[in-house]
């Protein structure tokens, strides 16, 4: 068998070059998640024109390193607020979902009973309408 059709041997490749390896991998995946975060904040914005996003849709995609580093230096503090802004969104938008789920809120006889109250307070009723009212309550 010869030198070049010998299979590669975990020996043959150190333990070293697989850190290496490894790093740039993920130094790779790191820098395509940024790229897809920029991209994805150019299209949100929408304070930005048509022409200002594909001026930097195409500035991001055809000079990447360059692309991303302007961007980030240029709109990074805006990209931040932008995402706080979508968040609070999303947050005010389930907490108005979930109240409108929940129904109103049932009327409890302590609710019922400080009513009452307040209407002999004000005059409205009498005393005895009032302990009617409370004990036809309280049954």
Do not use: C
């Amino acid at each position: 068998m010869n030198e070049l059709a010998r299979p590669i041997a975990a020996t043959d490749y150190p333990l070293l070059n697989v850190f290496w390896t490894m790093l740039w991998f993920f130094l790779w995946v790191l820098f395509l998640m940024v790229l897809f975060r920029i991209l994805a904040d150019i299209f949100r914005d929408d304070r930005l024109s048509g022409w200002g996003k594909a001026g930097w849709s195409i500035f991001v995609i055809v000079l990447p390193f360059l692309g991303a580093i302007v961007y980030l230096i240029a709109r990074g503090r805006d990209m931040g607020e932008r995402d706080l802004r979508a968040v609070q969104k999303r947050d005010d938008q389930f907490r108005a979902y979930v109240r409108d789920a929940a129904g109103p809120p049932e009327h409890t006889k302590t609710d019922e009973l400080v009513k009452l109250a307040e209407l002999r307070n004000h005059g409205d009723i009498s005393e005895v309408e009032f302990q009617q009212a409370k004990t036809k309550i309280l049954a």
